[in-house]
């Protein structure tokens, strides 16, 4: 794979791709289609996914409608009440958010819907996006959290922009009507099999889905482009240890793909987890982040610093597919070269294919080839091993996520 080849990739291939769309499926079948013309065998396997539609969405703030969209997966209905601009979730103002619509100026966190469901609070109104930025779109979100039998509020977002304005009107008077509808939609995971000698697997994967306002270029096309690189560069080298490719999909609606992958009989023979997820952005250094034990922590930041590769090396998990298999037991390590937010913001129009630099991003799969060609020979120096502290910090993680069939529907 040769940079003009990478860069033209990057420039077709970004668009925007959220889970269970007709533009996800058309990316996955790109890849089926480059995978087949390699001697790799190749599979699509078909998940389930929540899907949503809007009827209506409106915010009405004494007589000014905002602009505003569902988070779906919440409640539905109108809501009419007293705002309240929620500063800090603390119980000091609990009492405060019951009965009124409370503005938030972040995202919905499972922890902060808790507190809010037990406060009383009648609806809830969340806030994307930058004041300083030009343009006020809106994120399309949707909930990736078990509720667990609390009072489903309706939800909705607006742009930080109006947020701001909002908080300098206190005690307004809000009405919020959220009107969705729900189905079952469905999306894939791609797997592309390169046998080696051993029955013991090392499984590579990378999300290839975006979220609704982005083109994904860095997160996370640049991944998935390297689990193309990792197919062409080892279909034509031995190797001890089997490999196996996925490219999972709805990684961001809460690691649908990779759950579905892990959650099933696939895992058996696993016995190492590689996660793509952000490589190639002009600025920023690599991070790799150990989610097995500190054998493998010391073992990446030697391995890193013999390549004279400046990079952050920790020992923990990450918001990423490798959660997954950190979860169901599978030790994992997880690569990505972290961009300055002021450069490239994930999640939205700043997504770009100007932010990815194909040298760079040709650069970061050299070297993750490169580490899996150790990872995958017969005398790799230390043992796949998943420590408590890796352990916990997954099931932590967990107990919040919606794990397939979407357990609390």
């Known amino acids: 794979m040769k940079q003009r080849e990478i860069k033209k990739m990057i420039e077709t291939l970004s668009f925007v791709r959220t889970s269970g769309s007709?533009?996800?499926?058309?990316?996955?079948?790109?890849?089926?289609?480059?995978?087949?013309?390699?001697?790799?065998?190749?599979?699509?396997?078909?998940?389930?996914?929540?899907?949503?539609?809007?009827?209506?969405?409106?915010?009405?703030?004494?007589?000014?409608?905002?602009?505003?969209?569902?988070?779906?997966?919440?409640?539905?209905?109108?809501?009419?009440?007293?705002?309240y601009y929620l500063r800090r979730a603390d119980s000091c103002v609990?009492?405060?958010?019951?009965?009124?619509?409370?503005?938030?100026?972040?995202?919905?966190?499972?922890?902060?819907?808790?507190?809010?469901?037990?406060?009383?609070?009648?609806?809830?109104?969340?806030?994307?996006?930058d004041a300083s930025a030009e343009g006020s779109a809106i994120d399309q979100r949707a909930r990736a959290f078990t509720l667990k039998g609390k009072k489903k509020l309706p939800c909705a977002m607006i742009h930080v922009k109006d947020t701001v304005r909002l908080v300098h009107r206190a005690a307004c008077r809000v009405s919020l009507r959220v009107e969705y509808d729900s189905f079952i939609a469905t999306s894939?995971?791609?797997?592309?099999?390169l046998p080696g000698e051993s029955e013991e697997r090392i499984d590579i994967c990378a999300h290839y889905d975006s979220t609704f306002l982005s083109r994904g270029s860095y997160d996370n096309l640049s991944g998935a482009?390297?689990?193309?690189?990792?197919?062409?560069?080892?279909?034509?080298?031995?190797?001890?240890?089997?490999?196996?490719?996925?490219?999972?999909?709805?990684?961001?609606?809460?690691?649908?793909?990779?759950?579905?992958?892990?959650?099933?009989?696939?895992?058996?023979?696993?016995?190492?987890?590689?996660?793509?997820d952000m490589l190639g952005s002009l600025m920023g250094a690599v991070e790799a982040i150990s989610c097995a034990d500190e054998r493998m922590e010391k073992y990446l930041s030697s391995f890193l610093k013999h390549r004279r590769i400046p990079a952050s090396v920790r020992l923990?998990?990450?918001?990423s597919d490798s959660t997954s298999f950190t979860y169901f037991g599978v030790p994992a390590v997880s690569f990505a070269r972290y961009a300055?937010?002021?450069?490239?913001?994930?999640?939205t129009p700043r997504d770009l294919p100007e932010q990815v630099g194909p040298a760079q991003l040709l650069q970061d799969m050299r070297l993750v080839a490169a580490f899996t060609e150790k990872a995958a020979a017969v005398d790799f120096p230390v043992p796949f091993v998943l420590c408590d502290k890796v352990k916990k910090e997954s099931q932590d993680h967990m107990k919040r996520c919606r794990m397939p069939p979407f357990a609390d529907e």
């Not at 007709?22 to 389930?48: C, D, G, H, M």
């Open 22 to 83: 007709e533009e996800e499926e058309r990316l996955v079948r790109y890849f089926e289609k480059e995978l087949n013309a390699l001697p790799v065998k190749t599979r699509i396997v078909p998940f389930s996914v929540p899907g949503y539609r809007t009827r209506a969405a409106s915010l009405s703030v004494e007589g000014e409608e905002i602009p505003c969209r569902p988070i779906w997966g919440f409640g539905t209905g109108l809501a009419e009440g007293e705002l």
């Open 94 to 129: 609990k009492r405060a958010c019951r009965e009124r619509i409370v503005l938030i100026d972040g995202p919905l966190r499972a922890s902060l819907y808790d507190f809010l469901a037990e406060a009383g609070a009648l609806a809830v109104i969340a806030s994307c996006g």
């Open 188 to 193: 894939h995971n791609l797997i592309a099999e």
């Open 225 to 276: 482009l390297a689990l193309l690189y990792l197919a062409e560069h080892f279909a034509s080298r031995p190797h001890y240890r089997s490999l196996r490719l996925i490219f999972c999909g709805s990684e961001e609606v809460g690691l649908c793909g990779s759950l579905q992958y892990c959650a099933s009989d696939e895992l058996k023979g696993a016995v190492l987890n590689i996660n793509l």
């Open 316 to 319: 923990g998990i990450r918001s």
């Open 340 to 347: 300055p937010e002021h450069i490239v913001r994930i999640h």
